[in-house]
């Protein structure tokens, strides 16, 4: 099966953009081309949100629920109380929706959340008001605690997740053989539905929901005008509607919705939520037991809660998000209709039995744990620092390219496979550079880069001995400070490197210049800003022209009297033979004097 968050390979541009992202970097770039590892991730959708070629993709399940759907089994929907920010204008239009779509029944789960508050604050009356749990609210969390700080996994709830509650009250109350289809703003729920079949059997983003909708010509809008019209009835949902719990896609909802959730100076819960507060708070919690004060955690990873998750629709801000969950969970309160309350028996069951009531395998679970990246020596580290070229401590610049947090937490993932050395941008740049350098130096021609002032940006000590009355080897240190000065200081045709700025392709010419013929090349480096040259001193060819040309001469003159005396013989065959002998000198001929003659285009070349 496709993990929940995969890669489309052909899609990947090697940008490291989603290693940046990834905040337990759980990206493996091999051959260019990141990949999500399983083992690693913890399904928070922060890669998929940031590829700016769509390379990282969520598993799409709706044809899976589709076909789910046709199996004969009863399907009820599990729907995740978010639906008030993702759709803050047609909750009661997404009810009827969902009910063309096929499922037999709608739930909150919301009403999970509730069994969950319920077994949360009757713990802590039977611990001295105390329960120093992390909450499992959020997969993410429960997904970055197993793999990342296994010594915290005893504090984790002993409850399983409101939607793992949810959907075995639903088990409890219509059967074992029903179907649950989840549809809410995370990707990690397909994770739970994944590891704990039928708790739920599916789970869809509300993306997936929209493209549903789209798929089968249901328009909410339509199904608005038919509520207004009363030509439609809203289900109710199924046992009844969700209260308070409604709130816990908001940071401090699920706190808010505790008994001691009224007290505004809270003393034995927190609210955290966004992932670097979250490993922030995970990397100094002390592992259960050891602190009588720990307090109980609602770890969201989502920054701002569920509203912000990364299966909602983009570009929405947060304020108006939970300014719609907010109204939404005040008018349940205020509503005049039956509030779901926590069946004291199932509370008690949730408490003794916890996961074994969902029967979690726990196989998959112990797979989960010890994802760690393993521990290096200091000399291993060392030695692979020296390898991506970070010779000292200098050359550690920390310039997050590659997109971890510094060179050294590039190196050790790079010892764990799960970086390549050309991820390195310096390192590259570095070693581009030197084999620039080393081209410069040795090709046996003169090469000159300038820019659109005319200044020398770079230049070898081919182009110094032709121009700069050079004739020995001029070291790297010196040609560093020729960059800068006026071209002009060295030749005096410069005004031709400034037709070159607006010229599209490669152009070439022959040029005479002090008793020498060059071949000069003019290509574009940076278009409009810099402008190169190559000059290939032909000199010693161009003095086997001048020899042709000196013996056509001879030719000709000794055949003149030849000619003229047969001419009536040769006729018109005469003439042509003195034309072409005069074409070959003028094609050969070069000024005389050594002066500059101008550039001669070059049309045997072709770079078009």
Not at 403 to 411: A, F, K, P
Not at 508 to 521: E, G, N, P, S
Request: charged letters at 25%; hydrophobic letters at 35%.
């Amino acid at each position: 099966m496709i993990h929940p968050i995969y890669t489309e390979l052909t899609e990947c541009r090697d940008c490291y953009k989603c290693v940046r992202s990834c905040p337990v970097k759980a990206i493996q770039v091999k051959d260019g081309s990141a990949v999500v590892v399983k083992d690693r991730c913890i399904y928070c959708g922060h890669c998929v949100d940031t590829c700016p070629s769509h390379a990282k993709k969520i598993r799409n399940d709706l044809f899976r629920v589709q076909q789910f759907l046709k199996s004969g089994r009863k399907v009820y929907c599990s729907l995740a109380p978010s639906v008030a920010s993702e759709f803050p204008h047609s909750v009661d239009a997404i009810l009827v929706a969902l009910q063309r779509l096929g499922f037999f029944a709608i739930s909150e789960t919301a009403i999970g959340a509730t069994l969950v508050s319920a077994s949360i604050e009757k713990y802590a009356e039977e611990h001295g008001g105390e329960c120093p749990w992390i909450s499992t609210a959020c997969p993410t969390v429960v997904q970055l605690v197993r793999k990342y700080y296994p010594a915290l996994v005893p504090n984790l709830s002993k409850v399983p997740s409101p939607l793992q509650c949810h959907s075995a009250y639903l088990r409890s109350l219509y059967g074992e053989d029903i179907g649950i289809v989840f549809i809410g703003p995370c990707i990690a729920k397909k994770v739970e539905a994944d590891d704990t079949p039928g708790y739920p059997d599916f789970a869809l983003t509300f993306g997936e929901l929209r493209a549903w909708l789209s798929q089968e010509n249901i328009e909410l809008a339509a199904i608005e005008e038919e509520l207004d019209g009363h030509s439609v009835e809203i289900p109710s949902f199924v046992p009844c509607a969700a209260g308070k719990s409604t709130f816990y896609p908001v940071e401090g909802g699920m706190i808010a919705s505790l008994k001691w959730g009224n007290n505004p100076f809270q003393t034995s819960a927190v609210a955290i939520s966004g992932s670097e507060q979250v490993i922030g708070t995970l990397r100094e919690l002390p592992p259960f037991g050891t602190d009588k004060d720990s307090d109980f955690l609602e770890l969201l990873f989502c920054e701002g809660g569920c509203i912000n998750g990364p299966g909602n629709l983009k570009g929405r801000s947060s304020a108006f998000k939970k300014g719609y969950a907010s109204r939404y969970t005040k008018n349940r309160i205020q509503e005049n209709r039956e509030i779901f309350k926590a069946p004291a028996p199932f509370v008690d069951l949730l408490l003794s039995e916890g996961y074994k009531l969902i029967k979690e395998p726990q196989v998959g679970l112990s797979a989960q744990m010890g994802a760690l990246p393993a521990k290096h020596s200091e000399q291993e580290i060392e030695k692979a620092l020296k390898e991506l070229g970070k010779v000292d401590k200098s050359d550690e610049l920390d310039c997050g390219g590659c997109g971890y947090n510094n060179c050294r937490e590039m190196t050790i993932a790079y010892l764990d496979g799960m970086a390549e050395p050309e991820m390195c941008v310096t390192k590259m740049r570095k070693e581009a550079q030197n084999k620039i350098d080393v081209l410069l130096r040795t090709i046996p021609i003169g090469v000159v880069i300038v820019d659109d002032q005319l200044k020398i940006v770079d230049c070898n000590n081919g182009f110094l001995n032709m121009f700069g009355d050079v004739d020995y080897m001029v070291e790297k240190e010196i040609l560093d400070l020729i960059g800068g000065l006026p071209l002009e200081r060295f030749v005096p045709f410069f005004d031709k490197f400034r037709e070159q700025f607006s010229k599209p392709k490669t152009e070439q010419y022959r040029l005479h210049y002090q008793d020498r013929f060059l071949r000069v090349t003019f290509f574009s480096v940076e278009k409009q800003r810099l402008v190169g040259a190559l000059f290939e001193d032909v000199t010693t060819p161009t003095v086997r022209r001048e020899t042709v040309v000196k013996k056509a001469e001879d030719v000709i003159q000794k055949s003149l009297e030849t000619v003229q005396q047969i001419a009536s013989l040769l006729g018109e065959n005469a003439a042509d033979t003195e034309i072409m002998l005069n074409s070959l000198i003028d094609a050969f001929k070069v000024p005389e004097g050594g002066e500059i003659d101008g550039f001669t285009r070059d049309e045997q070349q072709d770079f078009s």
